[in-house]
């Protein structure tokens, strides 16, 4: 790079997003660790056209092969390799265990974290494990052994917290598991004034992962003094390279599933994946493990044959059983509002200034750059579907950027949404085309009402002494290029429009495999995570959750891998 830094790196922008400094600041930070950004994995390689058009039966694991065929349309030869693996349990997947009308391309974005560690490695590093409630809510609809006394063990047992105002409480936390938790290192001047306001409001700083959810706090994080733990760097990397009984495959697409017939149910025999334009056969003897997420997860069973019997039958593909698999699919939907403007306690820096920050932080690890966002409120509405349980999320992010503040964006999150989406295959190209996705968001009635009493609750504060004499100011111009500038500004029919234009999804994904007793249609994996009606399949991600968890489902996650981890163990060893 030569010349003005600032001008070579705003060629990189496209016009669709403003070329701000920090946007500009965190392209100069990874251009200067990783140089570029490289391509989507090419699992095919040239042997692409044989990849897609070669099928072997299904059930059939065959030997390793290698042959050579002409390939008139293509004009080159090539090879194709089949080998078969065997391992004892293979886990596929790497991860963590309607509207949106104010955007320059219609629909909402939907967002995964294609890497080791899953969407943990990229997402806002929140620790909310959700509500007692939610647990207890998963026993009641028949799931044994899911309610908090029983999941309460598992979320400590991966929990190293080292903030010792929340790790005293013995009873909630433990300061002994593999994943670090805590608070950043840095706290911004305008997070006391958030934190200060509330407390005007009458709602108390609280422990979110204790005994009540409801209030606010300065937000726990999976992180360690400011940088990211991911699920892969607590529990993979440090016994990768120690652990000679595991093995990573990474930049494999995994196709299918394999199964045979085994008297009245369906034996998983292992599954087949493409990497580096050769396919592979890999044989599980005891279970696969499918960890794919609420998108892939799905989707993968139904390319496999295990989803609705008519709809696989219109797809041409084999149905081996007749679940409602990609169904029940909801997330939090959250509308983000730029309203706050700032004045005297604005924290924004020149450019030279980000720079020595970012050594500031790689030498020191302090300083803003060791900071997210970090103030979070959990709130009962009137429409509450369990008494003293939040069903509203609040969270507070700069504008521009979470590090430096001249703007602060309200967001305002639904967490017991009933509105209920669906994931379903590419007709066009099931296996390798990109699923289809029809979240449904605000469907319902009542998740729009609780939204708009969310919203109206949380522009209170701009009525507390805390806001004034901070000179926290409310600045709707943000939010009125739209046609919800025609409405009075104070009237149901205004934040309503609001509510359409700035609505999003919070890619919490859950539910498209449902967990639930054999006699709920909807259910898809046991108390378990069996998949009904086969055999040495489970599903251990956000996809089992039968209703979501209020709050980000990260940590959650991790509980539900922490306890299938003790299933798996029960029933082998």
Not at 68 to 78: I, P, T
Not at 141 to 163: A, R, T
Not at 449 to 466: A, C, N, R
Request: proline share 5%; charged share 25%; with cysteine.
């Amino acid at each position: 790079m030569t010349g003005n830094i600032t001008d070579d790196l705003c060629k990189i922008c496209d016009g669709r997003i403003e070329c701000a400094p920090t946007a500009i600041l965190l392209i100069s930070l990874v251009h200067t660790l990783y140089g570029h950004i490289g391509p989507e994995p090419d699992y095919f390689g040239k042997n692409r056209y044989n990849l897609l058009k070669t099928e072997e039966k299904l059930g059939e694991v065959p030997k390793f092969k290698t042959y050579y065929r002409g390939n008139q349309e293509k004009g080159y030869s090539y090879q194709e390799k089949v080998h078969e693996d065997e391992y004892d349990f293979i886990v596929v997947g790497g991860g963590t265990a309607g509207f949106c009308q104010n955007r320059f391309q219609t629909g909402c974005e939907v967002v995964q974290g294609r890497v080791l560690g899953g969407t943990s490695s990229i997402n806002d590093m929140g620790y909310m494990r959700g509500s007692p409630a939610d647990f207890d809510e998963w026993s009641l609809m028949g799931n044994e052994g899911w309610d908090f006394s029983h999941v309460l063990p598992y979320f400590k047992y991966s929990e190293g917290n080292y903030d010792k105002d929340i790790s005293k409480n013995k009873l909630f936390h433990s300061t002994q598991g593999p994943l670090d938790v805590g608070r950043y290192p840095y706290v911004d001047d305008n997070v006391d004034v958030l934190l200060s306001a509330f407390n005007e409001l009458g709602y108390n700083y609280t422990d979110i992962n204790g005994r009540s959810q409801l209030g606010f706090m300065r937000i726990q994080t999976m992180s360690y003094f400011g940088e990211r733990v991911s699920s892969y760097t607590a529990f993979i990397e440090p016994i990768r390279k120690l652990r000679t009984n595991v093995e990573i495959i990474t930049e494999a697409l995994v196709t299918k599933i394999v199964f045979k017939e085994d008297r009245d149910a369906l034996l998983a025999l292992g599954v087949e994946y493409i990497r580096n334009g050769t396919k592979v056969k890999a044989k599980a003897t005891k279970e696969v493990i499918i960890s794919a997420g609420a998108i892939n997860s799905p989707k993968l069973l139904m390319q496999s044959g295990i989803g609705p019997k008519e709809y696989l039958e219109y797809l041409d593909i084999m149905p081996h059983r007749d679940l409602p698999v990609g169904s029940n699919f909801h997330d939090h939907i959250s509308v983000c509002l730029p309203v706050i403007k700032l004045t005297k306690t604005a924290t924004t820096a020149k450019f030279p200034d980000k720079l020595k920050d970012i050594s500031t932080f790689y030498t020191k690890g302090i300083g803003p750059l060791s900071a997210n966002f970090q103030v979070v409120a959990f709130i009962e509405t009137s429409m509450s579907d369990i008494l003293s349980t939040p069903d509203i999320e609040v969270r507070f992010r700069g504008h521009d950027s979470n590090m430096y503040y001249d703007k602060i964006d309200m967001c305002i999150s639904l967490l017991t949404p009933k509105s209920r989406g669906q994931v379903v295959l590419n007709a066009t190209d099931a296996v390798f085309g990109k699923p289809l996705i029809y979240p449904n968001f605000l469907k319902e009635p009542s998740d729009e009402k609780k939204l708009l009493e969310g919203i109206q609750e949380i522009v209170k504060l701009f009525d507390t002494d805390v806001f004034k004499n901070a000179e926290f100011e409310f600045d709707p111009r943000p939010i009125l290029n739209n046609e919800c500038k025609n409405h009075e500004r104070v009237s149901e029919e205004f934040w309503s429009c609001i509510i359409r234009h700035f609505s999003s999804p919070l890619h919490n994904y859950v539910g498209t495999c449902k967990m639930g007793p054999a006699k709920d249609p909807e259910s898809v994996v046991d108390a378990n995570l069996r998949v009904y009606g086969c055999n040495n399949l489970r599903v251990v991600d956000a996809s089992i959750m039968p209703k979501i968890t209020r709050g980000s489902t990260a940590a959650p996650v991790i509980m539900i891998a922490e306890k299938a981890s003790d299933l798996i163990k029960t029933t082998w060893y």
